[in-house]
């Protein structure tokens, strides 16, 4: 037996002894099957149209960076901690929005947010193709998948992160098929990644997993680690290309810090645990049912992987295991391990289908105009009725309108204690004459300290005491439900001036807001639209 016999032999007791050549005649993709049903796919993933509390500031933000022709290096908006360092790793995508709302209003970024969802879509069934998968199988695992991320795609710079991501997915599941894949385009991509969102480290360590396994596979079959070292040598290039950008280290300055905050979890919903989600979340909320979906997709897949032992993707399964502990410990990740098992899954569904399946199976036929006419009324239904051409971006979190609007009537401006979640719509409306305790840039503003008080505060600690007398608040805006409230109304030094269903307003009891003519006033809640 000559030395490529033993490797051939070596490939196949590796790879597994059912499973087909995928390096044979490419099944048809559901792209040139069935546009219409991608789009459907397309119209799922990016049926969330509101807007994200961040989204004031991130337009903001790129609109100083748009006037002024460089990055603000310190924070001029907060009064908690004035002129701290501002990590602003998310500038590009900032600078995109800005632009594109300028130039298109709301109209714009709702276009560009359904760009990013079909360019995800579409990497997604690029990599489905690439295991051999049936029509039927692409079709079914692209809807799984598309219905895990279509929480996730908001109007945030992650969105940029889900389409990169999709796309070294699709390089990478290419590459382990055989197919010819330029892995080394991940290099630059990286390095414009970095600058759009901190989810770049995500596809660094996607690169390297896949060159680790891709390494010791090669090694147990006897072909040594240069294939491995030279994907690896890519991961390493394209962490370094991170670095080469006018933020330089910033963006990896952010994500250490997010990393290591104790209190991120408990302040941010979507850095909670999914267990705790799980758990918390009521299953018939749309929060709810989105987690319990999410386990349900990421365990199945994993049962799959135990049903079928086939090697031949391992490499991929790597990935898919890493993005699925990452969901796990943090719901904002589940689209990314939605993303990274949809190979997985096709593969493995596609083996089932053809154990359990005695005859060949048939060859494609192209979808009628009448199912191609269905399918696009439906996904033309899907994206109107969400107001994808909408002129109008409702608040995904009430916002507290009535008590702006209260205070832009009164002209009442100065430091405002507020609910973290409106801070950035503070900004938007009230600076430069008012600045806010705390935003929703979280710790790549604010310290440690800083948010721990307010956490504190929160939830109505006694221990807020010191807050209130330690920083000069002019005002307090707080929501009714909150611990902060309660506590709040029991304090003779403050006084409740403006109260409405989703915001109350404080002024302290000695300044002149506590003195205007019929307060406190209860106003009716407003809801307001970006921007």
Same mark, same amino acid.
């Not at 459907?40 to 509390?53: E, F, G, K, N, Q």
């Not at 719509?425 to 600076?431: D, F, G, K, T, V």
């Given at each position: 037996?000559?030395?490529?016999?033993?490797?051939?032999?070596?490939?196949?007791?590796?790879?597994?002894?059912?499973?087909?050549?995928?390096?044979?005649?490419?099944?048809?993709?559901?792209?040139?099957?069935?546009?219409?049903?991608?789009?459907?796919?397309?119209?799922?993933?990016? %049926?969330?149209?509101?807007?994200?509390?961040?989204?004031?500031?991130?337009?903001?933000?790129?609109?100083? @960076?748009?006037?002024?022709?460089?990055?603000?290096?310190?924070?001029?908006?907060?009064?908690? $901690?004035?002129?701290?360092?501002?990590?602003?790793?998310?500038?590009?995508?900032?600078?995109?929005?800005?632009?594109?709302?300028?130039?298109? *209003?709301?109209? !714009?970024?709702?276009?560009?947010?359904? $760009?990013?969802?079909?360019?995800?879509?579409?990497?997604?069934?690029?990599?489905?193709?690439? %295991?051999?998968?049936?029509?039927?199988?692409?079709?079914?695992?692209?809807?799984?998948?598309?219905?895990?991320?279509?929480?996730?795609?908001?109007?945030?710079?992650?969105?940029?992160?889900?389409?990169?991501?999709?796309?070294?997915?699709?390089?990478? %599941?290419?590459?382990?098929?055989? !197919?010819?894949?330029?892995?080394?385009?991940?290099?630059?991509?990286?390095?414009?990644?970095?600058?759009?969102?901190?989810?770049?480290?995500?596809?660094?360590?996607?690169?390297?997993?896949?060159?680790?396994?891709?390494? #010791?596979?090669?090694?147990?079959?006897?072909?040594?680690?240069?294939?491995?070292? &030279? @994907?690896? %040598?890519?991961?390493?290039?394209?962490?370094?290309?991170?670095?080469? +950008?006018?933020?330089?280290?910033?963006?990896?300055?952010?994500?250490?810090?997010?990393?290591?905050?104790?209190?991120?979890?408990?302040?941010?919903?979507?850095?909670?645990?999914?267990?705790?989600?799980?758990? +918390?979340?009521? &299953?018939?909320?749309?929060? !709810?049912?989105?987690?319990?979906?999410?386990?349900?997709?990421?365990?199945? #897949?994993?049962?799959?992987?135990?049903?079928?032992?086939?090697?031949?993707?391992?490499?991929?399964?790597?990935? *898919?295991?890493?993005?699925?502990?990452?969901?796990?410990?943090?719901?904002?990740?589940?689209?990314?391990?939605?993303?990274?098992?949809?190979?997985?899954?096709?593969?493995?569904?596609?083996?089932? &289908?053809?154990?359990?399946?005695?005859?060949?199976?048939?060859?494609?036929?192209?979808?009628?105009? #009448?199912?191609?006419?269905?399918?696009?009324?439906?996904?033309?239904?899907?994206?109107?009725? #969400?107001?994808?051409?909408?002129?109008?971006?409702?608040?995904?979190? &009430?916002?507290? $309108? *009535?008590?702006?609007?209260?205070?832009?009537?009164?002209?009442?401006?100065?430091?405002?204690?507020?609910?973290?979640?409106?801070?950035?719509?503070?900004?938007?409306?009230?600076?430069?004459?008012?600045?806010?305790?705390?935003?929703?840039?979280?710790?790549?503003?604010?310290?440690?300290?800083?948010?721990?008080?307010?956490?504190?505060?929160?939830?109505?600690?006694?221990?807020?005491?010191?807050?209130?007398?330690?920083?000069?608040?002019?005002?307090?805006?707080?929501?009714?439900?909150?611990?902060?409230?309660?506590?709040?109304?029991?304090?003779?030094?403050?006084?409740?001036?403006?109260?409405?269903?989703?915001?109350?307003?404080?002024?302290?009891?000695?300044?002149?807001?506590?003195?205007?003519?019929?307060?406190?006033?209860?106003?009716?809640?407003?809801?307001?639209?970006?921007?």
């Amino acid at each position: 037996m000559g030395a490529a016999d033993k490797v051939e032999l070596a490939r196949t007791a590796l790879d597994g002894s059912e499973t087909d050549s995928v390096n044979r005649a490419r099944r048809l993709s559901l792209l040139r099957y069935s546009p219409a049903l991608v789009l459907l796919a397309v119209a799922i993933v990016d %049926t969330y149209r509101l807007a994200d509390p961040d989204l004031w500031g991130h337009v903001f933000s790129g609109r100083l @960076i748009l006037a002024t022709g460089h990055f603000i290096k310190t924070d001029p908006f907060n009064y908690s $901690a004035p002129n701290h360092v501002w990590l602003h790793h998310e500038w590009l995508s900032e600078v995109i929005d800005a632009g594109i709302f300028a130039r298109f *209003g709301v109209l !714009g970024l709702k276009l560009l947010k359904f $760009a990013c969802s079909a360019a995800v879509v579409v990497f997604v069934v690029l990599a489905i193709v690439e %295991t051999g998968a049936s029509i039927t199988i692409q079709l079914a695992v692209t809807l799984l998948t598309a219905m895990a991320i279509a929480l996730e795609m908001q109007y945030r710079p992650q969105m940029f992160s889900f389409v990169f991501f999709s796309g070294f997915v699709w390089l990478l %599941t290419r590459a382990n098929y055989g !197919g010819r894949a330029p892995l080394w385009i991940g290099v630059p991509l990286l390095a414009l990644w970095s600058n759009l969102h901190g989810g770049f480290i995500i596809g660094v360590l996607a690169i390297a997993t896949y060159a680790a396994v891709v390494g #010791t596979q090669d090694l147990l079959a006897g072909r040594g680690v240069r294939r491995g070292l &030279a @994907i690896g %040598t890519i991961a390493v290039l394209g962490l370094a290309a991170s670095l080469a +950008s006018p933020i330089a280290t910033e963006a990896w300055r952010a994500i250490i810090v997010s990393f290591r905050n104790p209190l991120t979890s408990r302040v941010m919903g979507d850095w909670c645990p999914l267990i705790s989600r799980l758990i +918390s979340e009521p &299953a018939s909320s749309p929060m !709810g049912f989105y987690c319990w979906y999410s386990a349900a997709l990421i365990g199945g #897949t994993a049962i799959l992987f135990a049903i079928v032992p086939i090697a031949d993707d391992f490499p991929l399964v790597g990935i *898919g295991a890493l993005m699925s502990l990452a969901a796990f410990s943090a719901t904002r990740n589940i689209a990314f391990a939605a993303i990274a098992i949809a190979p997985v899954l096709a593969r493995r569904l596609s083996i089932l &289908a053809t154990r359990s399946s005695s005859e060949p199976e048939k060859p494609t036929t192209p979808r009628g105009l #009448t199912n191609e006419a269905v399918a696009l009324v439906i996904a033309i239904a899907i994206t109107a009725s #969400t107001g994808l051409f909408s002129l109008r971006m409702p608040d995904s979190v &009430a916002s507290p $309108a *009535g008590a702006v609007v209260f205070m832009k009537s009164h002209r009442l401006h100065g430091n405002i204690l507020n609910e973290f979640t409106w801070g950035q719509y503070l900004i938007w409306h009230m600076a430069p004459e008012s600045k806010v305790f705390i935003d929703g840039r979280f710790d790549l503003v604010y310290p440690l300290d800083v948010i721990a008080q307010y956490t504190e505060f929160q939830f109505g600690s006694h221990a807020s005491a010191v807050l209130l007398a330690k920083y000069p608040h002019d005002y307090v805006l707080v929501r009714p439900t909150t611990g902060a409230f309660d506590l709040m109304t029991h304090r003779s030094d403050w006084k409740l001036i403006y109260r409405d269903a989703q915001a109350a307003l404080f002024a302290r009891a000695d300044s002149a807001a506590a003195k205007i003519v019929g307060v406190p006033v209860e106003g009716e809640a407003v809801t307001d639209y970006f921007p």
